[in-house]
């Protein structure tokens, strides 16, 4: 009888192990690149993304709409989130009562237009040429809750 254990006890430790090794390549290093969430990931997605990534998601979603020429990559320089102490201090919103859910953010980001005679076009309102790059261009605005775990771009220009 004891012999007959023996021989389960080692496959049983060795489907354990498989089990184990399985679940461990599965869920990876718990390291995930959210940038590229989709709408319908909008549920799954705002438990894993933070302010800052929330508003880089929809602005990037918002540049694909309004830039009518392609450009190759945008890269975010900053992504200031307000806090509701310093939402107050901005003149141009202090008046305005901000839900506890809703982000207030300032951004600086470099846009690069697949045609280097774009570069103009991609500077406006208020960004600076540097070779085929239009950097350090400004915007600001505010996300508000999109259903119970989403958000959706409110408002955002140049200034509050």
Do not use: Q
């Not at 020429?69 to 945008?74: A, L, T």
């Not at 201090?89 to 009562?97: D, F, L, N, S």
């Amino acid at each position: 009888m004891m012999k007959t254990t023996k021989p389960l006890s080692g496959i049983a430790a060795i489907l354990l192990c498989t089990a184990l090794t399985v679940c461990i390549c599965a869920c990876g290093d718990g390291k995930k690149d959210n940038r590229n969430v989709s709408h319908s990931d909008t549920v799954s997605a705002s438990a894993v993304l933070t302010d800052e990534e929330w508003v880089e998601k929809l602005l990037r979603e918002e540049f694909e709409t309004i830039y009518e020429k392609p450009y190759d990559e945008v890269v975010f320089t900053h992504i200031k989130i307000y806090t509701r102490e310093e939402i107050k201090e901005i003149e141009e919103v202090a008046e305005r009562t901000f839900d506890e859910k809703e982000i207030v953010f300032d951004v600086t980001f470099d846009i690069k237009p697949t045609d280097p005679k774009d570069v103009e076009r991609f500077m406006i309102p208020n960004g600076t040429p540097d070779g085929e790059w239009s950097r350090e261009n400004y915007l600001c605005g505010y996300l508000v809750p999109d259903g119970d775990n989403g958000y959706k771009l409110a408002s955002y220009g140049t200034a509050f």
